[in-house]
């Protein structure tokens, strides 16, 4: 079995290398997000919230680092076991800030996944699952949290497992099935479409949700597998969750708005008298003033414009019809 000390110096490592990767996706998705604020209005809660997350990761970063340097020269060393009896201690402050930061992005994560969901369908009975099982991780996680203060345990203490494990459970449940939901409807979208034309706007967005979503439901499943066998590279996989999380979530922001502006270049250089006149709702500029929508035309995912109305684009800006109808804006 790896050591916790070995352990800990390579998550932290790995965790160095993702969160750098994080930094280069927040930087894409400010540029994304504020960088054309004259033609739409960003969504300033997903803008919050990507800031949020990287705060978080950020200061789970100093932590793993404030860490090692106890470990290895400032308390370790003067403890009986040394840098790995440091690490053993769950109930170690820096161990429980940890923990809370995790939980804390975690929660955030999951909520945002349940909330685009929620956008797409425009039914909460449909995302009652998801949310019962939000609000089950927020009960582990407190637990969690509450049973490393009060227990001064090691890790794989048989009091602190039980709330792991269904920190974990809850967790991968509920980002698969908001997913799940997220990505049929919009599958169900590209299906109804396909038939009026060849190419899809809204594939590639449907792409990358199922590929953020399987990227963290691994991570998530592959630490919870980890920790059920008692094995150390779980804090590892624990590390690399904080600035993964960061770049899962910016990943869909940064992937649909470079299609979108690629796909707003062709349009220009095809048609810029009539894409002066008429352009998708999510591209909508702040000084339209009256919907039109053309009886002739023939619904296409690449008008719909979900990713601009749910992803990037604030309340005031989106369309009172659902996503899926075709409406073109008059400037």
Known sequence: MVSLKKASVFSTFV?????????????????????????????????AASCVLFILATAEMAVNITRLYQAFVTVGPHVHGGPEAYFEDLS???????????????????????????????????????????????????????????????????QVVPWITALYALDLSTNFLSTALLASRLWNVVRRTSRFRSGTGLAPVLRVIIESGAIYSATVGAGMILFLVHS??????????SPIISIVFNMIVVRVGLARERRSNRCSNRAPQICSDFVAVGLTPRNASQNWR??????????????LDDFSTSKRDRPRTRWTDVLLIRT
């Open 294 to 307: 053309d009886p002739g035309e023939s619904p296409s995912a690449e008008d719909a414009g979900v990713e």
């Open 92 to 158: 170690h402050v820096t161990f429980i800030a940890k923990s809370f930061l995790y939980c804390t992005q975690t929660l955030i994560i999951d909520g945002v996944v349940i909330y685009r969901a929620h956008v797409v369908w425009k039914n909460t009975l449909i995302v009652v699952l998801p949310m019962l099982a939000w609000c089950g991780l927020v009960v582990a996680a407190i637990g969690t949290n509450i049973t490393l203060i009060k227990q001064a345990g090691l890790p794989f203490d048989s």
């Open 232 to 241: 150390n590279a779980v804090f590892i996989l624990m590390d690399m969750t």
């Open 15 to 47: 965790e160095a290398m993702f969160y750098g990767f994080s930094v280069l996706m927040l930087i894409l998705t400010l540029w994304i997000l504020l960088g054309h604020r004259q033609r739409r209005r960003p969504n300033y809660s997903m803008l």
